[in-house]
């Protein structure tokens, strides 16, 4: 949920300046996208990974509303009601987001039927979807104000208050480093780093290792900038395609606050796929030194070794 | 997933697309009487394996009579064969592609394959085709046209025509003809690529002959290997012999592995931190022996599967574990590394790293089951331990 949607929700009635005020003392508790307030539905709440994963979510405190499994509606998953359908789900609990922890082949589908709920969140951990799968989704979630994160990531979590994904939950500390990248493990590695350094997160986020994602570095570094309680952005990127490009355009631009960036994969060889389907090089493009040179050119930090990544953080902060 | 020239020609020919008479023969049944039955000569003989570059590396060859493409295609079939695409490894030649040989006037390029950051596939063609297309595409840019198009939509000639408007501007009354043929040609591989899920399909050169036809001269697809489940029709024609067979062992347990040439095994979940380890283990001074990523969610069997691939590979002189669990649980990484152990003996250092979900479980599991382990407490230490360990 943004910041907006809860004004709205809380102080719909108030004149417009008094809603600035409260703006302004509430947005300092903010982190982006998620807060203790985002109530989610697990869509595949039944299945291996994603009856662990909700374990371990109410566990950390995520408001889990509701689950969804087709032809399990009306089962009852550890108190948590199951319903057949997303739309029956939402009108009954009054969720506002989702995670998919489904198969890949009917991955699509979910998120469609999960953009149809009315939910405005939509995380997706499933990886394998096919790649035009993907581009059918994003067509029809185009101008429908609905955020898709992923697929094939970790998740988004705002430390002490939400996590909706996969991500081990003790490692994060609330704090005011955000986080983007298109890893998983990757990213828990850099939160523990700063973890274990008693620098906190505000929000970190996994954009997923896919070709076809639903929310760019760019989205979440303007989030990031926007964001009060944010002061410092760790970026993880990683080879092929042209993302890390259009950030670094993008900072240059847009963000004053400071960056440190990793970007792995500048050793893999080129022309060979290093299992995410967008860590793939070939020719001169979308490898690990021209992505890193532009991001210098803009003044980002980027550490050579992911070991230095917290302690670049810390001494950035000062 | 690749395929060979022959089978991509094959589905050209299915949607709908020209191709050159042809013919392709193994060792047993190539014959003189075969091959003169594809057309009159000259023919060219094409070595199928997976990558380009075939022509520099004598795969390619063209000869003025059936006898003499019998000679050639004899000799190449059971060779094998390197190209500056082969990441210094030779493929096996075992099937040859025999076509009937073709004057060309003038060679195009097409090529369609999915735009990231537009979310959409997106065609790509040019005048100026054949060997030097990067070349092109660096210093000339202008020359080289970009397009994006819906999967969703009508696929037609009339989508297409946009995109070739200035093609042919030099063929006279010719030139609305030669532009209806390559729209024509474009709509029918955009159809191929939406049909059957392909992540790229490149036509270099596409041939304009003396007769003004458009043929596709070579034939490349790729497909997307997480939409093979819906296409067994495509994923038949795998030739599992053009891939690596450390990647085929990995891939029949569902992993990701990719065989390096340096003497540290890295065994890591997410492709990620998997990309990071390497590059950690390079700037520390050692030489990763492969990429491993056991994935999100592995479970104990595919372990012990991807710990048994790193442990038979004879250059490997330490083990790198390196495990952040998320959605893959320590413990069962744990279980999983015991039971390969139990199979093939551990003979070389073994380093692991582990943190996350359930890491104090498998941690215990570790310690319990006697292995002799070096610890590392975080990613640079471990890193560090595996380089010492090889020196």
Known sequence: MTVDGILRQCYGALPQDDVGLVWCSLREAMAILVDENTKVIVQGITGSHGSFHARQMVQYGTKILAGVTPGKGGQDFDGIPVFNTMGEAVAKTGANASVLYVPAQFAKDAILEAADSGVELIVCITEGIPALDMVRVLKQLENKGIRLIGPNCPGIITPEATKIGIMPGYIHKRGCVGVVSRSGTLTYEAVWQMTTRGLGQSTVIGIGGDAILGTSFVDCLELFEKDAETAAIVMIGEIGGAAEETAAEFIRKNVRKPVVAFVSGSTAPSGKRMGHAGAIISGGSGTAREKVARLRETGVRVVDSPARIGETVVRTLG | ?391
């Open chain 2, 1 to 391: 997933m690749n395929i060979h020239e022959y089978q991509a020609k094959d589905l050209f020919r299915k949607y709908g697309l020209n191709a050159a008479p042809g013919r392709v023969f193994q060792k047993n049944s190539l014959s003189v009487q075969e091959i003169s039955k594809i057309g009159p000569p000259p023919f060219v003989v094409k070595a199928q394996i997976h990558a380009g570059g075939r022509g520099k590396a004598g795969g390619i060859q063209i000869v003025d009579a059936a006898d003499a493409a019998f000679g050639v295609a004899k000799k190449m079939l059971g060779t094998k064969l390197k190209t500056y695409q082969t990441a210094g490894v030779a493929k096996p030649v075992d099937w040859v592609l025999i076509e009937a040989a073709r004057e060309i006037k003038k060679e195009l390029y097409v090529a369609l394959t999915l735009d990231r950051e537009a979310a959409l596939p997106c065609a790509i063609c040019s005048e100026s085709g054949g060997v030097e297309i990067e070349q092109v595409a660096r210093e000339t840019p202008e020359k080289v046209f970009r397009g994006h198009f819906g999967v969703d939509k009508a696929l037609t000639s009339e989508t297409f025509r946009s995109f070739v408007l200035n093609f042919f501007s030099d063929h006279g009354k010719n030139s609305d003809r030669l532009r209806d043929q390559l729209s024509d040609l474009i709509s029918k591989i955009a159809r191929l690529f939406v049909e059957l899920d392909a992540s790229l399909v490149e036509v270099n050169p596409l041939g304009l002959l003396a007769d003004d036809s458009l043929v596709p001269i070579d034939a490349k697809i790729n497909f997307d290997d997480s939409a093979l489940f819906r296409h067994p029709e495509v994923a038949r024609l795998r030739d599992a012999s053009q891939e690596d067979e450390r990647e085929n062992e990995a891939k029949r347990f569902d992993l990701s592995y990719v065989g390096l040439e340096g003497n540290i095994g890295c065994m890591v979940n997410g492709a990620g931190l998997a990309m990071a380890t390497m590059d950690i283990v390079k700037l520390d001074g050692g030489e990763p022996a492969n990429f491993l990523d056991v994935g999100g969610g592995a479970s104990k069997e595919k372990v012990a599967a991807a710990f048994k691939i790193i442990l038979k590979d004879p250059r490997v002189k330490a083990i790198l574990v390196n495990i952040f669990g998320g959605i893959m649980r320590c413990d069962v990484l744990a279980e999983g590394i015991v039971a390969a152990q139990k199979e093939i003996k551990l003979k070389v250092p073994l380093i692991v790293r582990l943190e996350g979900t359930n890491v104090e479980k498998g941690r215990e599991i570790l310690k319990r089951s006697k292995i002799q382990i070096i610890s590392a407490e975080t990613f640079e230490e471990a890193a560090q331990r595996a380089v010492e360990a090889v020196r």
